[in-house]
């Protein structure tokens, strides 16, 4: 089975704070994204990379960035957290457009709470 | 830029009872996919069903299917015989296929669904 992992399950970070959010996936996927989560409001994508070193934004970019060294590792980095960054962040991966039907495998969400 | 909309922000089913969850969305694209997700309490996100929008039978996956309407838009999630492992979040996704970068999902803002006794 695929697996994508976060590193942290729940994190609690004061305002200003730089945050790291991880995600590692353990299939070789070209693909990678991050996602919040608010309530009402679905998912939103923040950011994503088809491959190593690259990186494109998605519909709320501001205030996050992203780096990808190797393939397997996404990384969401919050430059000086804030509260309206408070929010479910979801992880996810899938191999390059044309294999396996499109399909995204989600990691189990890191739930940030900035005070 | 393509648009999802779920309009059920909470539904409630009776065991065993079948159930319907609504789901349009708006594209220019010809060519495109459609999925529901399930994310329970675990928060682990499910793939329920998928939808290719060129086939014109609709997608069925044990006792879930889907009722694709390509002109009008809508892609609806029917539940038979409902059980309780069913109570979660559902999400509508839609992704239009690119070439040369990722294909994303667009998704809409969900429906929870709980199944009682």
């Known amino acids: 089975d695929v697996k994508v992992t976060q590193s942290s399950r729940y994190l609690v970070k004061r305002t200003g704070e730089k945050v790291f959010l991880e995600c590692v996936q353990d299939?070789?996927?070209?693909?990678m994204f991050w996602y919040r989560q608010d309530p009402g409001l679905g998912l939103r994508l923040i950011y994503f990379?088809?491959?190593?070193?690259?990186?494109e934004k998605g519909d709320i970019p501001e205030g996050y960035s992203v780096s990808r060294e190797k393939k397997e590792r996404f990384s969401l980095i919050l430059e000086s957290a804030s509260t309206n960054q408070t929010s479910m962040y979801l992880c996810?991966?899938?191999?390059?457009?044309?294999?396996?039907?499109?399909?995204?495998?989600f990691g189990s969400g890191t739930q940030l709470s900035v005070l | 830029a393509q648009t999802v909309t779920q309009s059920q922000p909470e539904m409630s089913v009776q065991e065993a009872e079948t159930v319907t969850l609504s789901c349009t969305y708006d594209?220019?694209?010809?060519?495109?996919?459609l999925f529901w997700y399930k994310q329970p309490p675990s928060r682990q996100m499910i793939l329920v069903i998928r939808?290719?929008?060129?086939?014109?039978q609709n997608a069925t996956e044990n006792r879930f299917s889907v009722n694709f309407q390509k002109a009008a838009k809508s892609f609806s999630l029917k539940i038979s015989d409902s059980q309780l492992g069913d109570t979660a979040m559902y999400f509508c996704?839609?992704?239009?296929?690119?070439?040369?970068?990722?294909?994303?999902?667009?998704f809409g803002t969900g429906t929870r669904l709980q199944v009682t006794l």
């Open positions: 939808q290719e929008a060129y086939k014109q």
């Open positions: 990379s088809y491959d190593v070193k690259m990186k």
């Open positions: 299939m070789d996927h070209e693909n």
């Open positions: 594209t220019s694209e010809s060519n495109y996919y």
């Open positions: 996704a839609f992704m239009k296929l690119s070439t040369g970068t990722a294909s994303k999902l667009t």
């Open positions: 996810a991966s899938s191999p390059r457009t044309g294999k396996l039907g499109e399909k995204l495998f």
